[in-house]
């Protein structure tokens, strides 16, 4: 390259006069990532002086960085202070940080209509808009919003029929002759497929992809209308589009790599193989892990979650050829977001405000732990008990669920306050009476509950003991997903035996039980699909709320161990 051979030749004759940044020079590309900031806004004040101090860089050989900085999904929901404003002051600091774009995840549209504790559409409200709290977000924000396979349903034609789809804009009951237009559909107007961005004379591009799943990990009301299409067919429709508008190709995903799966990476290599230039750098979301994976020589990179990370990227680019040089390309994730970075006024003034709003409901005592408590999507948690145990107590049902996936901290030891139960239980999920659950279903959703090894949330119970067989594997022979697991008794909390695989013993499919859980559940939500259709009693309010007064008027339900009722006897 003659940028190399230039600086070794001066090197060589040892040159004194210090090197400068030429027309032929590669010029630097940073970008700072993050992810899954679930409403961490906080450190967006601290995050706010590192750009600056990016910004501030001047290599001399490179000169001064053009910067961009994204998200990749999930930004404001997860804590007292951005749902309280429903994703305003984070939006504001965000604008006051640069972002350059982000893409929707899928708790983005948790909310619906405004009101912070109003979630989704009421039956008959039919004048309320499912998504009237992203969209005015989407006019707040000084940045595009960005999702290139989100689409509404009813745009979608096969020749000049309208065809019914599922939520991943597929065909549901047949194969129509045509095939499916995507060219007339159309997309939220609040969303946009991709931005092309030129800064020091580079054009890049930024193509958005929602999670394909999105419709099963949000309030499914407020997405009934959309779908979310193929991620390979939706990047590669737009990226060859694109031939000649762009010179440099980032993939802004909610879609990660995970402990046991390479989403992603998978979809960075399928784009590599349809065309080696398909992409340069992939900036992914979703699974709240830190990776930094080589897929089709593309970096593929993700910070996990919460405001506690970034990532920094830098690509290199010829101005003469107007190609990246991939080998060159320097990546850095889960760089710790340090209490010793000082804080950007401008954001620190948000940050300020909004703390102050929320202060009375926050500092709100509702109870004490002996030591912290913790939860876990796969086994049996003394949060998980306690949690399902103070459900069941509100309303009073033999059995109670909850997702696992839906339980996202853990609570500390000591004084219980109501911001620390917030952050345990972020959703607005309305807790639901089922008067009649039969013994059939329940059964279906137990035998789930088992199966997942990380791929999804179990389920946290109260009102029955079950022992099951599970092999998730170790080292190499690790997976998510364990479709051979095996459920071997369920008794009911008083000793009732319904269940018992080693004799053939089983209640009648028809029996029922009164359930309490959670509507996301009671809809199908996280793969429970048995549930949905499920006739439900009564909607008595949100959990979370629910939980509170019961952990108020009963403080006995503070317990912090576990007792055997969700138990793997295979121990993996």
Known sequence: MIFRLSLTLLLAVGCSTPLLASATSPKKISF???????????PLARLSTLAKSIRAEADPLTGPPALFILDSGDQFQGTLISNYDEGESLFRA???????????????????????????????????????????????????????????KASIRAGNSEIPLDSQCRPTDRTPVDPLDFTRAKQPDFLKPYVILEKAGIRVAL??????????????????????????????????????????????????????????????????????DGVHLVAAGHTHFVHDDLAGGVHVVQDGANGKAYGRVDLFFDPETRTVIQSDTRASVGIPISEQTSVDPEVHAIVTAAKAKIAP????????????????????????????????????????????????????????????????????????????????TLKAALETAIQTCGRYGTLALSGLKIRYSRNCGTGTQARDLDPEARLLRVETQSGRVLYDRSNGQE?????????????????????????AGVEVSSTPGI????????????????????????????GQ
């Open 32 to 42: 700072l990532l993050t992810n899954d900031l679930h409403g961490s806004l906080e």
């Open 207 to 276: 193509i958005g992809l929602d999670h394909p799943a999105t419709a099963s990990m949000t309030t499914p009301e407020n997405v009934s209308d959309l779908c979310f299409r193929d991620v390979l067919e939706s990047y590669l429709e737009v990226r060859n589009s694109l031939d000649g508008k762009a010179d440099v190709f980032v993939l802004m995903i909610h879609q990660g790599n995970a402990k046991n799966s390479k989403e992603a990476s998978e979809l960075a290599e399928a784009i590599h193989a349809r065309r080696a």
């Open 507 to 531: 209640i009648s499919g028809s029996e029922t039980f009164s359930l309490a859980t959670l509507d996301f559940l009671a809809a199908g939500g996280s793969g429970y699909k048995m549930l």
């Open 361 to 440: 409901l926050a500092g709100r005592v509702i109870g004490r732990l002996a030591t912290q408590t913790q939860g876990n999507r796969i086994s049996e948690s003394a949060l998980g008990n306690l949690l399902s145990d103070a459900l069941k107590a509100a309303l009073g049902t033999e059995i109670a669920l909850m997702n696992t996936g839906g339980i996202r901290a853990p609570l500390p030891a000591g004084e219980i306050r109501y911001e620390d139960l917030f952050r345990v239980l972020p959703f607005q999920n309305q807790a639901v009476i089922i008067g009649k659950m039969p013994w059939s």
């Open 543 to 570: 959990h979370r709320e629910l939980i509170v007064e019961a952990l108020v008027k009963n403080p006995s339900l503070f317990q912090t161990g576990l007792d055997g009722r969700f138990s793997n006897t295979s």
């Open 94 to 152: 965000m604008n006051a940080i640069g972002y350059d774009a982000a893409v929707p995840g899928n708790h983005d549209y948790d909310f619906g209509p405004i009101g912070w504790l109003y979630d989704k559409v009421s039956p008959g409200n039919t004048g309320d808009n499912p998504r009237e709290v992203i969209e005015k977000l989407a006019g707040i924000a000084r940045f595009p919003l960005l999702s290139a396979n989100t689409y509404l």
